[in-house]
């Protein structure tokens, strides 16, 4: 999967995605939190690992219907 890497503003605010994962965005990679955002072990997905994840989970569970 290709990811499109272009400049993009950071997001300061940790959003919650649910099952106690909250992530937030420092312009260039994705960061994860688990349990509460405070949690100082973060894990960065830059684009293609972020990429290689979506290609895991499509193998693993399908292609959900709208993404491609």
């Not at 649910?18 to 997905?45: E, K, P, W």
């Not at 290689?52 to 993404?67: H, Q």
Request: proline residues 7%; without cysteine.
């Amino acid at each position: 999967m290709t990811v499109d890497v272009g400049p993009r503003p950071p997001v300061a605010e940790w959003s919650y995605l649910g099952d106690g994962v909250y992530v937030s965005f420092d312009g260039y990679q994705l960061m994860l939190r688990a349990n509460n955002y405070h949690n100082a072990n973060t894990i960065y997905l830059e684009p293609s690992v972020f990429g290689s994840l979506v290609d895991y989970a499509k193998r693993t569970w399908g292609t959900p219907a709208g993404l491609t």
